[in-house]
Each structure stands twice: as C-alpha cells, then as structure tokens.
C-alpha cells in the first residue's frame, strides 16, 4: 500500500475526529493517552525486553508537577492546596496556558530524571524483579504522596477549568493529546531506525552477549526509560489539567487501571512492533468504552477475561499474529533448505 | 613479542568446587595462543576470569600491562579484548546483517553516533565479513533459523566485525560439520595474519589446535599441567596420561 497515502489518511482522520464525532471527544482524547503510554511502555518493555509495571509512576508525578507548576505561577501552592477548592483563585488565561505549556515540560524533564534514579537501582533486577520493583515504586510514591498535605494530601488538587467554552476545551485536550502522541509516534519510529534503537533489541535479545560484546548497556537502558517517561510526565501533566480534580491513589498513581491497561493494550496489539501498540491501544480501548456503556456491572469481568486471553492465548499480539501469517509484509525472509544447502558445501 | 595478556596465579572456586588453582599464563602479541584439556578442567573458566564475567577469588590480570581483573565484562570489551561462547550465543531474532550491525565496535561510538543510522560503510564492512566465512548467502535470513554450525560462524563474524585486539575463542570448532572444519581453520588463521588479531583459543580438538597455535597451554583438574610449544605438547606424557585418563 502507499504509505503516503496511509499516513494522509490517518492524519486527516485525526484532525476531523472530534468534529464529526462531538459527543465522543473526552473517549478519543483518552484513546490519545492509551496510544501515548502503550507506546512508551513498549520502547522498554516490547523493545529492550523490560517489563515495568511502574510506568505509571511518571504519569501520577506529571499531573503533581504540573500541577504544583501550573498553581505557583498565580499562588503559593500551601495557601492553594489548604483552601482544598475552597477559596476563590482566578487564574488569568496567560497563567492557564502558562501553567499547561511550562508544567507539560518540567514534568517531562522531573519525569525523566526519576527514571534515571529509579532506573539506577531497578535496573540491576531482571524478569519478574524488575517488574515488580517498578510497581513498588508507584506504589509507595501514591502512599507518600496522599500523606503529603503541601500537594493536598488524600484529596488531591483541584485546578482551575478551561476558560473559555466548554466544548473549545474538549477539543484543546483531544489535540494536546493528539499532538504528543502523533509525536510520540513520530519519535520513536525513528528512534528504532539508529544504532540505538538495535542497541535496546540487543539487550533484549541477550543482555549478556551484549555487555560481551561491549555494548554500554546500563546508560542505554537509562536514557531509553528517561525518554518513555519524558513522554508520560507530559501526558500526566496534560491529564491533570483535562481532569480539574485528581486524587493521589484513584486517579494519579492509578497502578490497577492506566498502569495495567497499557501492558494489556501493548500485548493486544504485539509488543516489539512499531504499530503493535497503537492498534492494541485503539482495540482497547473500545472494547472498554462497549463494555462500559453496555454491560455494566460485568465491565470488570469483561475486561478481566480479555486480559485473561490476551495474557495465556495471544501473547503476540496483531501484529504478532500477522507477522506468523504473512512474514513478507514485513520483509522477512524464512529459511527452508538449511540442512540441504549444508549438505552440497 | 610482547605479553598482551598476562595471567598469574589466578584461582576460581565455585562453592567446593576450585575450577582454576594458581594459573599463570601469558599470550603473545600478534601469535596464536592454544588452550586444551578434558573436559571440566577448568578452561572457560579461565576465559570468564581473563573477561570479568565473574570476579576470581586471587591472583592478577593484566591485558596491555594495565590490570583489568576488576573491571567489567563491557569495560574489559571496550577495552579491545573479546570472547565468543562456548554455547554460542547470537540474536536469533535478527537477521545476520543486523547481528553484525549491532557489533560494530562500540569503544569508537559517541551518544552521537548511537542516535543515527548505520552508515553504508558499516553495512559494506557487514557484507566483507559475512563473505569471508561463508554467510553472504544467508545474510537476510532470521539468525536463530541458521544451523549451529551457521551460528558459530556468524558469531565469529560478529567478533571480527568489532575489530578486537585479542579474541578468545572457546571451542570454535565444536558442532561443525567436520567437511568445514578445515575452511574454518583458515578463516582462524587468516583473523590472525592479516586482520592482525592476536587469538587465544580454546580447543577439545587437539588436531585443530596442534596446526594453528604458537603456544599452547594445558589445563587439567584446575591446575596447570603443561606448556610449550604444540611438538612439546604433543609428546609431554602427562598430558597424554590426562586425556586418555578422561576417556
Ligand atoms: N557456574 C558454575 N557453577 C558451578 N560450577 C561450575 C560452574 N561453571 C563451571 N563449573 C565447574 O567448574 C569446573 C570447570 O568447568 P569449565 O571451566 O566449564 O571446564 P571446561 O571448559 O574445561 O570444560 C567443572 O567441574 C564445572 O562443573
Ligand atoms: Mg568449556
């Protein structure tokens, strides 16, 4: 198919979604958010063979940065947080906008930085370890935080709404998020077109032929998670102004739902693979809004089945799947005459 | 010649078991170093003690007179002083251009270099190698679907690719076809004579190993038996009496 053509398509299908779809707008902005932490969590969990189950962590610590950015260009954060919503803040559109645009990029940066520390001591861990070390952190970091009253404790923050039209402010966080993840995507296509990109395979495929062979394993991984979590701090961030009102442990660190949701939709859709995430973020996602819409109070185990045979059944995912049925859309070669090809030598 | 590796009094015990009691050893600059002894009695030990994959209990490492027993696997790799497996070990998920792509030698490359693509040059050098031990057919075909045989070759490829100053091989020969032994012996040779690569190899097949090496060292049960040049080797009763001991 031409390519061109395709990412026309995709592109304009994107621009005109929230206008001819305009009672889905929230669902396809946070169709957007699946698509930017599925691809994030596959750089290190489908390409370099990391499975962190913390990822969530950057996106709870994006929405507190931002947030706590975003309300100290206009108020001291105690004095803000103390009132709990109920004192009157106005913040000016310049301190709205403000906040978005210089919290989206602190809470890129802190984010990747907690990576590189968090990752310094992870890292050491492999398989299962790893994963359930990740977790811990993003656990505790909810714990710590909920008992923190400077960023309002348990309850959370509330931050101020759009101002401005109701309806324009869906569709300013339907192309935030549209926008990161079409840069997201952008990002890492190239990313695993360099040396660096082969680089993080290699540790996956065999960490310790790699060190053998002289590869600087650990600052790869570092810089490859700090840049999945770059990404994530920025969603958190735009999340929590999408929100207004974020909790600690429901909403920020919500280690059961978004935190889970993202493996399952990288493994939905085939991990490893450059579109593998994003289609397995789509298919979740709609299979979650369907369920949620039409089978309620079974949503749950509906979900809990689909992981279930995601996890023991289709492991590969889409684009796994497809690859097994049609290797040469990916330009893989298979080798039939091995035996008899050494026998003529 | 110089000594370019120089091992002394080095000991290695897993648990009860001492794999490696007091060996001293050296490898010349620019020669074929062989390795031999029966099974079990302590040579790839002796290789991942000489490239830091476990830390030895005593004793000293010097590679180019700098002391490098403390160091890392990837620092040691960096360093120009490379190891193939035993149990050969590829990226069976890549293609064989990839796997030598992926080897380029990484003790030249700057964060820089590592965010851009591989260069035509890179994938020319790719080509020479995988020519030169016999894989240019295969070179697009996924690693893992090659036989073991294949594997090994492509494994020593990958080493060439990235231009180490010493390669310790461990058991090259092992698994391959025997009609290609004798093409891989050349191959060996020519890594030595004209990439200039220095080798220190481990060998089972003492009639592999009697052709190539300059100096040959001789394990059994841990500990140094013999050394000298293959004739003296070949014709020292201790070391016969250790082989047909082990059969
Ligand atoms: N990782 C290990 N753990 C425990 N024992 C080991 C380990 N590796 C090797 N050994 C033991 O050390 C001895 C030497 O093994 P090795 O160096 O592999 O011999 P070779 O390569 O000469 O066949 C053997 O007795 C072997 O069982
Ligand atoms: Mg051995």
Redesign the interface.
Known sequence: MNKTLLYGILIAGTIIAPFILPDYRTQLATMWLMIIVALTWDMTGGQMGYNSLGNIFFYGTGMYVAAVVGISLAYNVADYTNAAGGGIYKFTDGQYFGGIFLGSIAAGLFCAACAVIIGWITFGLRGPYFAIGTLGVAIAAGELVSNWDWVGGGQGIALPVYPGDFNIGKIFFYFLFAGLGCAVFIFVKW?Y????G??M??IR??E??????????LR?KL?AWAMAAFFVGIAGAISAFQLIHFEPLETAYQTINLGIFMVVCVLLGGKGTLWGPVIGAIMFHVFKEVTWNYLLGWQWVALGALIVVTVVYFQDGVMGWLMLKRPEWFG????QK??SA?AV? | MNKIIEVKDVSKSYGGVVANKDISIEVQEGGITGLIGPNGSGKTTLFNSI?G?HPIDGGSIKFQNQEISKL???DI??LGL??T?QQT???????CV?NM???????K?S?N??????TKADYEKADRLLEFVGLYE?R???SG???F??QKLLEFA?ALM?EPTVLLLDEPTAGI?P??INGLIDRLRRANTEFGITLFIIEHNMRVIMNMADKMYCLAHGELLAEGTPDEIQNDQRVIDAYLGAH
Request: proline share 1%; hydrophobic share 40%.
């Open positions: 990313l077109s360099t040396r660096f082969a680089a395979n290699a495929d065999d310790e032929k790699a060190e053998a062979m002289g590869i600087h394993t790869y810089i893989m070669k298979v080798e091995t035996a050494e030598k | 490239v994959y890392q696997v990837q790799a960096r490379l190891r497996f070990r590829i990226y069976g998920a890549m293609d990839q792509l992926i080897s380029l030698p990484h003790r490359m964060l270099d590592m965010f851009s693509r591989n295969k697009f075909l996924r679907s090659l036989s045989g294949q990958m990235n076809n009609t290609l």
